[in-house]
Structures are given as structure tokens and as C-alpha cells.
Nanobody
Framework: QVQLVESGGGLVEAGGSLRLSCAAS????????IGWFRQAPGKEREFVAH???????YYADFVEGRFTISRDNAKNTVYLQMNTLKPEDTAVYYC?????????????????????WGQGTQVTVSS
């Protein structure tokens, strides 16, 4: 069964760091785009970052250089290193994937274009 499993969330103080992992199993995802999204209580799911099959990376504006997305195709895993965390980063973080078949960056900022999702991992940043 093909699935994504996130891990690495937790409780951290403002200014701290966390590294989220998204492990893919069931097939290789080297030809896929992997995206990170987040959803805070009462808010819509929003785009955080993505990494294309060729390694191109795109971040949401609010990241402001604090997060780094990377992928290890040999391990079928994508990481999201989050530094200088703020209370407003508190959310459930999800990774998602789809075959990287569309060039447009804006296309991949939209959650509806990803067809496989993980279960999410909670990130809580205290002030």
C-alpha cells in the first residue's frame, strides 16, 4: 500500500527548531513532487513548501528563510527543517505528493493538485 508518514512534530518554544520527516513507502517517489502544507485550527490548509523531482524548491512567503525543504531519494524521504519558529507556525503539518507532470509553480501551491497525503504531524510553538 502506497502511503506517506510524517514525523518529527512536537512542542517547542518560540525561536526553537524542529525537523519534520515525510517517509514514502510502497513505491519510489523520485519522479514526484513533494509538498508540505499546514492547517491551523479554524483556518484553511495552506502551502508551506515543495520540492520538485528535479530538485527545484519553492517556499511560501511567510517562510522568510526560516524553513528548508530537502529530499533523500535513496531513503524515499523528504525533510522540512524549521528554524526560528513562531507561535503562528502552530498547526498540523502535512506532506503530500503527486507525479510531477505540470510545470507551473502556482499549480503546485494548491492542495487539490496533490493526490496522496500523510496523516499529519502536530507542531506547537509556545510563546
Amino acid at each position: 500500500q502506497v502511503q506517506l508518514v510524517e514525523s518529527g512534530g512536537g512542542l517547542v518554544e518560540a525561536g526553537g527548531s524542529l525537523r519534520l520527516s515525510c517517509a514514502a513507502s510502497g513505491r519510489t517517489f523520485s519522479t514526484n513532487i513533494i509538498g508540505w502544507f499546514r492547517q491551523a485550527p479554524g483556518k484553511e490548509r495552506e502551502f508551506v513548501a515543495h520540492i520538485r523531482r528535479g530538485g527545484n524548491i519553492y517556499y511560501a512567503d511567510f517562510v522568510e528563510g526560516r524553513f528548508t525543504i530537502s529530499r533523500d531519494n535513496a531513503k524515499n524521504t523528504v525533510y522540512l527543517q524549521m528554524n526560528t519558529l513562531k507561535p503562528e507556525d502552530t498547526a498540523v503539518y502535512y506532506c503530500a505528493t503527486a507525479v510531477d507532470s505540470v510545470i507551473s509553480t502556482d499549480y503546485w501551491r494548491q492542495s487539490r493538485n496533490y493526490n496522496l497525503w500523510g496523516q499529519g504531524t502536530q507542531v506547537t510553538v509556545s510563546s
